[in-house]
């Protein structure tokens, strides 16, 4: 494996996947004069990959369903009884 001319350098799949470094995840290098190593940043205080993407879709909802009746759907249920009412109400 080398180092690219911008100091790049690829984490193989396995190792990240194993690792549970997924794209977007902040890292630090540590090294102790012999070796480098690649450790996952400590991220107190900042929202998490989770976080962030209920940040960016909050709002963006343009229906207005009720919890049962999305969970519904998502489960494959037949329709609730007030399915009619939960898709003109505006309670989310």
């Given at each position: 494996?080398r180092?690219?001319?911008?100091?790049?350098?690829?984490?193989?799949?396995?190792?990240?996947?194993?690792?549970?470094?997924?794209?977007?995840?902040?890292?630090?290098?540590?090294?102790?004069?012999?070796?480098?190593?690649?450790?996952?940043?400590?991220?107190?205080?900042?929202?998490?990959?989770?976080?962030?993407?209920?940040?960016?879709?909050?709002?963006?909802?343009?229906?207005?369903?009720?919890?049962?009746?999305?969970?519904?759907?998502?489960?494959?249920?037949?329709?609730?009884?007030?399915?009619?009412?939960a898709?003109?109400?505006?309670?989310?």
């Amino acid at each position: 494996m080398r180092i690219t001319s911008k100091g790049q350098v690829t984490i193989p799949a396995e190792i990240r996947e194993r690792a549970g470094l997924l794209p977007h995840t902040e890292v630090d290098f540590e090294f102790d004069g012999k070796v480098v190593r690649i450790v996952r940043s400590d991220a107190r205080g900042k929202p998490g990959r989770g976080a962030r993407l209920v940040a960016h879709l909050r709002g963006r909802g343009d229906i207005a369903m009720s919890t049962d009746a999305i969970m519904a759907l998502t489960r494959d249920e037949e329709r609730p009884p007030y399915w009619s009412t939960a898709m003109s109400s505006s309670t989310c």
